[in-house]
């Protein structure tokens, strides 16, 4: 191994136990003066509780207002080796599918770059490779679109869109998750690119309510998989099921709109109330699977705790239909007229679901056209002073 | 006026970006939301970012991030 230029009592503590360790991982590549400082900031940091990396500045690509993220020490004097230490986030394949020899033009283009260190991958889905000088940028980028990769979004643009595995995999995908992520990261290329927003905007693509991008946390728009038939049920299989699993207390019980009724030998299921929780479809998988008519829900203004609060996306249209041939109009013309409402009138750093806060939602609804419906509701008010109009009352004799 | 062309607008904002260098950064919607009240109904949001991109792409002008993104004069 590697001879090591600074001591790292607190950085070794975390390549102990048998978890993975980025310092183990780190390591390996010491024989780069790069990477040996930065083990030797990363323990300053450690030790005097503080990140000596400092953020922002002009760096990119000409032509580009994301991508690269610009990384100085603020110790560049003494580890003068990560005085230039920028992040590049380098657009994933739809749901992380790569081939052995895609995995190697990366790494040797990176080796050649910079660091050789990588997380795949960040948060907002792409690779990201972890520190070049300056100077590296653009031919790291050339290297890179002459490959075939692009880089993926950062600043107040449209964040480079990730979704779940899918249809690749996964038997409860309502729509082609892999298509629609790559479809709209190739049609809003401008938008991903040249930041024109108020503040980042992310798409998250989950193929059915069990959100597995967790897309519901982590994006201003969140296109989750859903149906609007019934559930499919295998009655045969339910009673397989019925030997080892106590349906009434582990499905019935547990369903939250208590719609699921078993008498021992039928399992029967009020859809008109099911809210699509997916809880005994995830029980029950050889039985249970969602209905034929499938589509997505597009829920908004979800984002984690940076300026403000953490929110988490509201229902803005329960269904829509997701066929590829379509080219997703609807869910384009739709982000569209948010964008240009947001853009006009968000403040600077102000996400989407903040902006609806400020507007209010029935102000937003309006000027995007949409007309307000039960499903937009998060939970209903607890305020016994609610004055209905009189028809409703009508209605209800 | 005459027909307003894509360089035009994107001389006018040239010119304002270079007029706010070192008072205020200005955001591309900034930017664009004056040209639009400057050239009036000629100018619309598509046009402005044609505009934004010719300058960017020739260097003119760059990109900048600091908490958001925006719009400034490349460092000499
Ligand atoms: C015997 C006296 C009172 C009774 C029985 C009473 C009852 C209630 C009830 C049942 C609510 C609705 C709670 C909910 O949303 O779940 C409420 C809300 C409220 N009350 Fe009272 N109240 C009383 C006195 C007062 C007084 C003296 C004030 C102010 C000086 C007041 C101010 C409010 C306000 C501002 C709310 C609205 C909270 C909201 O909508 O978020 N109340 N009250
Ligand atoms: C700037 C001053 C005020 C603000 C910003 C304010 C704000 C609010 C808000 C946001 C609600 C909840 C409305 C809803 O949930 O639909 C509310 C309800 C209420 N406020 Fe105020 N309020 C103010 C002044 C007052 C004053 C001075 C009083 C009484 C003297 C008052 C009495 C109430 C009551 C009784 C309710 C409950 C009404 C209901 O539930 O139908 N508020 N207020
Ligand atoms: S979100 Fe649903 S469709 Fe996507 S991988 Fe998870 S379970 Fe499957
Ligand atoms: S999906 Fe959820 S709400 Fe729907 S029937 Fe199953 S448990 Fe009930």
């Not at chain 1, 990176?110 to 050789?116: A, N, V, Y």
């Amino acid at each position: 191994m590697t001879e090591m230029k600074y001591k790292t009592p607190l950085l070794d503590e975390l390549e102990k136990g048998p978890w993975p360790s980025f310092v183990k991982e780190i390591k390996k590549e010491a024989h780069r003066p790069m990477v040996q400082d930065v083990l030797g900031q990363v323990e300053r940091s450690y030790e005097e509780h503080i990140s000596h990396w400092k953020h922002g500045g002009l760096v990119g690509v000409m032509g580009y207002g994301g991508g690269v993220i610009g990384r100085y020490s603020d110790l560049a004097h003494e580890f003068t080796n990560v005085a230039e230490f920028h992040t590049h986030r380098v657009n994933q394949p739809s749901a992380w599918f790569y081939t052995s020899d895609a995995l190697r033009t990366l790494c040797d283009i990176w080796d050649r770059h910079g660091s050789g260190l990588t997380n795949m991958h960040g948060s907002t889905g792409d690779i990201v490779f972890l520190g070049s000088t300056t100077q590296a940028i653009e031919p790291l980028f050339k290297d890179l679109t002459a490959a075939g990769w692009d880089l993926g979004g950062s600043g107040s643009n449209m964040r480079t869109p990730s979704c779940c595995v899918g249809p690749a995999r996964c038997e409860w995908a309502c729509y082609d998750t892999l298509d629609a992520c790559y479809n709209i990261t190739q049609n809003f290329q401008d938008e991903l690119h040249r930041p024109f927003f108020p503040y980042k905007w992310k798409f998250k693509f989950a193929g059915c309510p069990n959100d597995c991008v967790a897309s519901i946390a982590r994006s201003d728009c969140s296109v989750m998989g859903t149906w609007r038939d019934e559930i499919q049920v295998n009655q045969a299989k339910v009673l397989e099921y019925a030997k080892t699993v106590d349906i009434e207390n582990e499905i019935c019980d547990f369903c939250p709109t208590r719609c699921i009724e078993w008498d021992g030998k039928t399992l029967e299921i009020d859809n008109s109330n099911c809210v699509k929780c997916m809880h005994c479809i995830n029980v029950l998988p050889k039985a249970l699977k969602p209905g034929k008519d499938r589509g997505a829900t597009i829920l908004i203004g979800g984002k984690a705790p940076i300026v403000g609060g953490a929110l988490l996306c509201s229902v803005f249209v329960p269904f829509l239909e997701m066929d590829p041939d379509s080219d997703y109009e609807d869910l384009k013309e739709l982000t569209e007229a948010i964008w240009d409402l947001w853009g006009e009138h968000g403040k600077m750093r102000e996400r989407v679901g903040e902006f609806i806060q400020r507007v209010g939602m029935s102000n937003f609804l309006e000027e995007i056209g949409l007309d307000p419906i039960p499903e937009m509701v998060m939970a209903p008010r607890s305020n016994p002073y609610i004055f209905f109009d009189d028809e409703i009352f009508e209605t209800e004799e | 006026m005459a027909d307003v062309t894509v360089d035009q607008v994107a001389d006018a904002m040239f010119d304002l970006v270079s007029s706010m260098k070192g008072k205020r950064d200005l955001k591309p919607m900034d930017v664009s939301k004056q040209m639009m009240e400057k050239f009036g109904d000629e100018v619309d949001k598509k046009m402005c970012k044609k505009a934004l991109r010719t300058l960017i792409d020739s260097g003119r002008l760059t990109y900048k991030y600091a908490g958001g993104s925006y719009v400034t004069l490349p460092e000499a």
